[in-house]
């Protein structure tokens, strides 16, 4: 990725997987090319991107070794392709409890190589009525903040999730850039997925790129979608509310020091 401009595109990916892995490799290929021929120099993937089964055990039977196997060699190929970093989303990964998985975001050099690997450390569980999640039933958690350097700045990776735990993003110090790939439930994300996504960009004073599963999924589930590129400022930029597409812009360093430099909030801090 070179830097000749003050400015970076950057671009999220929305799609509505299925349970067939392959279907989703067809999507994720065309949309990531789609985002490449707009100039997009870092692509962001959805969680759960190669696979939304029918059940949630049905990831364990393409839960993968690191370097090898079909949804990490896909990323790899895909951003030596575009020469592009590529942030994969989510995808399982073998964990060391039987019958689970480490639900695990990769991230691809524009050389295919792989730069960064963060898993998910909070988990989702949420029960009204009918509905109910509990992703510990086949999820072992992470434990280890996570970012990565990427020629416009540091870049801080999080999941889904995540983004309820402001003291996550505190712990990784200064980004220029906050990626949040997410399948965020229709109830949870009407509520709260915008207003979350722009406090953490206003409060860490940093760009955040949201990739969301965006629609109804063969296995009945309605996931939120609402993609979206927020700035330091806390503006919605970008957003698609549902159905699979990209959205893209920029990432303006000038904007960020200009934001920092007006409003020296992290610097002010005390705790």
Known sequence: MTQSARSTKIAAIQMVSTPVVEENFASARRLVADAARQGAQLVLLPEYWPIMGMKDSDKLAHAEQTGAGPIQETMSELAREHK???????????????????NTLMVYNPDGEQASRYDKIHLFSFTKGEEFYDEARTIVHGERVTTFDAPFGKVGLSVCYDLRFPELYRAMGDCA???MPAAFTYTTGRAHWEILLRARAIENQCYVLAAAQGGKHQN??????????VDPWGEVKSVLPEGEGVVIGDLDISQLQGVRESLPALMHRKL
């Open 220 to 229: 009945g589930r309605r996931t939120w979608g609402h993609s979206m590129l």
């Open 84 to 102: 592009i970093w590529l942030v994969g989303g989510t995808l399982p990964m073998a964990a060391p409890e039987d019958g689970k998985v480490l």
């Open 177 to 179: 850039l906050i990626v």
